[in-house]
């Protein structure tokens, strides 16, 4: 993966030495080296990076993951997962000489054919290169990297052979490498590339984000305020139970939210739990906590389930209020698929935006509450919110065309003559969507469209009602914390109350200030008040106000119409 893709003119190539090049030395002994230039500016090396520039800890100069790791990374364990999880798609929806028994109608690509219809040459393209492929992640590390595994799952052996082409055409003698500065380069020829479709983390969508879209901090509070949030997650003896507990633990178990993370990547990288908390599958020996028993599955389900509440509540609002746009991206290589009289039915008007042609595969690497959202969205019903996301959790959603549309029963069933399975880890749900038959695999993708496209939208609603939840577009941001916080301060009216508060206050100090600085003295707000004196400058040059002069703030004295500078 290259972020941008490399420019052709900027990829160095080794080839045969134009002998018209008079900028190589005739008496070179290295006749190999002189056999051959180089395409660019340079010779391509390898970069080493060493965090070792920081070595007194005791003056707190120091690296603290010295570049080995980062916070979020995907773990080993992570990488064996995603990559099975390729494989499993691999033989499920690819045909080849791994599994040519594949129908060919349930077959994405059928690599047997003998059409060669995605060899990448004449004119045609591989299955990992577009318009066959379309992949959409986040600019997170390990949803990136999730979704790179799990493309090595599915198409690893055929970049290999690419790989393997691009070797043999280099040294062969049959294979004619035109060089960059020329009009047509075979395709064939180029690196194995895959095209990872993202955004700016603190912009995207692939997951709930209040900064684009502050409404979601009212339907949180909205959902932490009712009745059944607050007997469940704050009134109930097993809640009491747990946040004391927390507090006990202290440390990273600070949050209720956060004690699931510190957990799970605790224990599925071998590291030391808390003894109170180190009893997962295992017996405990009869020996019980003031607590009880099965605290790590009780501390896990207390840290999750007040936000999969969240995520269901009010018919799943907070979900799809969330997600409305994502769904608008997945919609976008659903669509184009459908027929057209479906597709001028759901998107007559044109507002979602079809990727044309599109793309057999889609994939959208995300995190698990990404994936407990779409869940919540497609109704109560797919989803109880008892239970989080696995790790490498899979949904799958597949599209099919009905082909036997001569009876009368199952054009009743699936009118459209097209239909859609859902998938998730493995389990076949479809049957759970409302308006979906209880008794086949298989729904009318118009159940699909009409609960989707209720709120699937990018004109979002995002405007909150609670000043305090009033965030800044990114467009409006600075590039200082200092002008940060000013900007933030004009973002609401209790903001900008206080600094019209501040800015009166000031003026009233500096007018006092000033007052001294020129008289000496601090003035007399009862005299002035009750007129019993008269303020006037300039008492060194023994000037007095008498009967019938008039003092005045600016230095001067006023007597008969005329004027004094005093």
Same mark, same amino acid.
């Given at each position: 993966?290259?972020?941008?893709?490399?420019?052709?003119?900027?990829?160095?190539?080794?080839?045969?030495?134009?002998?018209?090049?008079?900028?190589?030395?005739?008496?070179?002994?290295?006749?190999?080296?002189?056999?051959?230039?180089?395409?660019?500016?340079?010779?391509?090396?390898?970069?080493?990076?060493?965090?070792?520039?920081?070595?007194?800890?005791?003056?707190?100069?120091?690296?603290?993951?010295?570049?080995?790791?980062?916070?979020?990374?995907?773990?080993?364990?992570?990488?064996?997962?995603?990559?099975?999880?390729?494989? %499993?798609?691999?033989?499920?929806?690819?045909?080849?000489?791994?599994?040519?028994?594949?129908?060919?109608?349930?077959?994405?690509?059928?690599?047997?054919?003998?059409?060669?219809?995605?060899?990448?040459?004449?004119?045609?393209?591989?299955?990992?290169?577009?318009?066959?492929?379309?992949?959409?992640?986040?600019?997170?590390?390990?949803?990136?990297?999730?979704?790179?595994?799990?493309?090595?799952?599915?198409?690893?052996?055929?970049?290999?052979?690419?790989?393997?082409?691009?070797?043999?055409? =280099?040294?062969?003698?049959?294979?004619?490498?035109?060089?960059?500065?020329?009009?047509?380069?075979?395709?064939?020829?180029?690196?194995?590339?895959?095209?990872?479709?993202?955004?700016?983390?603190?912009?995207?969508?692939?997951?709930?984000?209040?900064?684009?879209?502050?409404?979601?901090?009212?339907?949180?509070?909205?959902?932490?305020?009712?009745?059944?949030?607050?007997?469940?997650?704050?009134?109930?003896?097993?809640?009491?139970?747990?946040?004391?507990?927390?507090?006990?633990?202290?440390?990273?178990?600070?949050?209720?939210?956060?004690?699931?993370?510190?957990?799970?990547?605790?224990?599925?990288?071998?590291?030391?739990?808390?003894?109170?908390?180190?009893?997962?599958?295992?017996?405990?020996?009869?020996?019980?906590?003031?607590?009880?028993?099965?605290?790590?599955?009780? %501390?896990?389900?207390?840290?999750?389930?007040?936000?999969?509440?969240?995520?269901?509540?009010?018919? =799943?609002?907070?979900?799809?209020?969330?997600? =409305?746009?994502?769904?608008?991206?997945?919609?976008?290589?659903?669509?184009?698929?459908?027929?057209?009289?479906?597709?001028?039915?759901?998107?007559? %008007?044109?507002?979602?935006?079809?990727?044309?042609?599109?793309?057999?595969?889609?994939?959208?690497?995300?995190?698990?509450?990404?994936?407990?959202?779409?869940?919540?969205?497609?109704?109560?019903?797919?989803?109880?919110?008892?239970?989080?996301?696995?790790?490498?959790?899979?949904?799958?959603?597949?599209?099919?065309?009905?082909?036997?549309?001569?009876?009368?029963?199952?054009?009743?069933?699936?009118?459209?003559?097209?239909?859609?399975?859902?998938?998730?880890?493995?389990?076949?749900?479809?049957?759970?969507?409302?308006?979906?038959?209880?008794?086949?695999?298989?729904?009318?993708?118009?159940?699909?469209?009409?609960?989707?496209?209720?709120?699937?939208?990018?004109?979002?609603?995002?405007?909150?009602?609670?000043?305090?939840?009033?965030?800044?577009?990114?467009?409006?941001?600075?590039?200082?914390?200092?002008?940060?916080?000013?900007?933030?301060?004009?973002?609401?009216?209790?903001?900008?109350?206080?600094?019209?508060?501040?800015?009166?206050?000031?003026?009233?100090?500096?007018?006092?200030?000033?007052?001294? %600085?020129?008289?000496?003295?601090?003035?007399?707000?009862?005299?002035?008040?009750?007129?019993?004196?008269?303020?006037?400058?300039?008492?060194?040059?023994?000037?007095?106000?008498?009967?019938?002069?008039?003092?005045?703030?600016?230095?001067?004295?006023?007597?008969?119409?005329?004027?004094?500078?005093?």
């Amino acid at each position: 993966m290259t972020s941008p893709p490399a420019e052709p003119e900027i990829s160095f190539i080794e080839r045969p030495r134009d002998p018209s090049n008079t900028n190589v030395a005739a008496d070179d002994d290295d006749d190999e080296t002189n056999s051959l230039e180089l395409d660019g500016l340079g010779a391509m090396f390898l970069y080493e990076k060493r965090y070792d520039a920081l070595q007194n800890p005791t003056s707190n100069l120091k690296n603290e993951l010295n570049g080995t790791c980062q916070n979020g990374q995907l773990l080993l364990r992570g990488y064996a997962q995603e990559l099975h999880n390729g494989q %499993m798609l691999r033989s499920t929806y690819i045909r080849g000489e791994r599994n040519p028994h594949l129908s060919e109608h349930l077959a994405l690509f059928d690599l047997t054919s003998s059409e060669d219809l995605y060899s990448g040459h004449n004119g045609t393209r591989r299955p990992y290169e577009a318009p066959h492929l379309y992949v959409r992640s986040d600019d997170e590390q390990r949803t990136i990297m999730s979704g790179q595994v799990l493309l090595r799952g599915i198409f690893g052996d055929l970049v290999q052979k690419h790989w393997d082409e691009i070797s043999k055409g =280099a040294v062969g003698d049959d294979v004619v490498v035109t060089d960059f500065g020329g009009t047509e380069q075979d395709d064939s020829m180029m690196d194995p590339t895959i095209v990872v479709h993202t955004a700016d983390k603190w912009q995207d969508i692939v997951d709930p984000n209040a900064n684009v879209c502050p409404r979601l901090k009212d339907l949180e509070k909205e959902a932490e305020a009712s009745k059944e949030f607050a007997k469940k997650f704050l009134h109930s003896e097993e809640s009491r139970m747990m946040r004391k507990l927390l507090s006990e633990l202290g440390g990273d178990f600070g949050r209720w939210d956060d004690s699931q993370d510190c957990m799970m990547t605790a224990i599925c990288n071998d590291l030391d739990l808390p003894n109170l908390l180190d009893d997962y599958g295992r017996d405990t020996g009869g020996k019980e906590s003031p607590y009880g028993k099965n605290l790590f599955r009780r %501390m896990n389900d207390f840290s999750y389930q007040p936000y999969n509440y969240m995520l269901r509540y009010n018919d =799943a609002a907070y979900s799809k209020l969330a997600f =409305a746009p994502l769904w608008v991206e997945m919609l976008s290589n659903i669509l184009p698929h459908l027929r057209p009289e479906i597709q001028k039915q759901y998107n007559n %008007m044109g507002k979602i935006k079809t990727n044309d042609p599109p793309p057999k595969l889609a994939i959208f690497s995300g995190h698990d509450t990404t994936l407990l959202a779409i869940l919540a969205t497609l109704g109560e019903e797919m989803w109880d919110g008892e239970d989080w996301a696995p790790y490498a959790s899979l949904m799958v959603i597949e599209l099919h065309d009905i082909i036997d549309s001569s009876s009368a029963e199952v054009v009743k069933v699936y009118p459209s003559g097209q239909a859609f399975r859902l998938v998730y880890n493995g389990d076949i749900i479809t049957t759970k969507m409302r308006g979906c038959p209880i008794d086949s695999e298989l729904c009318d993708v118009t159940i699909l469209l009409n609960r989707v496209l209720s709120f699937a939208t990018e004109y979002r609603d995002c405007e909150s009602t609670d000043d305090s939840n009033a965030i800044l577009n990114v467009d409006t941001l600075s590039k200082s914390p200092v002008d940060d916080a000013i900007m933030a301060l004009f973002a609401t009216w209790k903001g900008i109350c206080v600094f019209l508060f501040t800015v009166l206050v000031s003026g009233c100090i500096g007018c006092v200030i000033t007052f001294v %600085m020129l008289t000496g003295r601090f003035p007399n707000f009862w005299s002035c008040s009750k007129r019993r004196s008269s303020l006037r400058y300039g008492e060194a040059a023994g000037d007095e106000l008498n009967a019938g002069e008039v003092g005045t703030s600016y230095g001067t004295t006023t007597r008969n119409k005329d004027v004094r500078i005093t």
